[in-house]
């Protein structure tokens, strides 16, 4: 990749990290102070706080973007995109390989390090696509109904501190989708009630499936999901 997309959720990143080498001098002290192998349980910590940041840091650097080519790629082309908290653009850049594409972000650095719309649009121009940008609430989408072909979003709903909010964003998704068009919604948590939430909102054919180890943050605990869904009618022109 030509472009930098940062790490999701930086604080949780760096705090395994820490707590891996944090984890690592407390067993070579214990081996060195303590007799017996009381250094076995404290390597067994250190060992398992690497894994969960190497298995974190994959899918923030490689995994999802593996993931979301599939995704995309399933959806097959559309007209207009929209995508719900774009971040650095790693979602949205793949988007506009597919069609017109439209980011949506408030630029929160605590939810994706370096996330600024100066430095999304930097990223687009480095993959050489064009995209467009705005700033906005999910919530309260500055956006048209039956805007959008194609809606998707990785990652950026669960941040949305209450379940009323969560779900006001969803609608907000299902207001601004076209007849005939699709939903892609990925987070690793509360996939189930936004897929209930759509079903309210009057789309069809939703789904919830899980998205594999490829898109796991630090271990199956934190594994994402993909919510899919139609609204149904023609394609408006």
Not at 64 to 89: N, T, Y
Not at 150 to 165: F, K
Request: glycine letters at 12%.
């Amino acid at each position: 990749m030509r472009a930098d997309y940062g790490v999701d959720a930086p604080p949780a990143l760096y705090g395994l990290g820490a707590a891996a080498l944090l984890s690592g001098v407390v067993t070579t002290v214990v081996a060195v102070l303590a007799p017996g192998g009381w250094w076995l349980i404290p390597l067994a910590y250190a060992l398992f706080f690497l894994a969960s940041f190497g298995s974190f840091l994959y899918t923030t650097r490689r995994g999802k973007f593996v993931v979301w080519d599939e995704l995309l790629a399933g959806a097959g082309p559309a007209a207009r995109i929209v995508d719900l908290g774009c971040g650095r653009g790693a979602v949205l850049i793949k988007a506009a390989a597919h069609g017109r594409a439209l980011g949506v972000d408030l630029w929160r650095s605590v939810d994706q390090s370096g996330n600024d719309p100066a430095r999304t649009a930097a990223n687009a121009a480095a993959e050489g696509v064009r995209i467009d940008l705005v700033t906005g609430d999910l919530r309260n989408l500055p956006l048209a109904s039956a805007e959008a072909d194609l809606v998707v979003s990785s990652l950026a709903i669960h941040n949305i501190p209450n379940a009323e909010g969560r779900l006001a964003a969803v609608r907000e998704a299902a207001r601004i989708l076209r007849p005939g068009g699709r939903m892609i919604l990925v987070d690793f948590r509360h996939t189930r009630d936004y897929a209930a939430e759509l079903s309210r909102s009057g789309l069809t054919d939703v789904r919830v499936r899980p998205l594999g180890w490829r898109f796991w943050y630090g271990g199956p605990w934190g594994a994402a999901a993909v919510v899919t869904a139609s609204r149904a009618g023609d394609q408006l022109a």
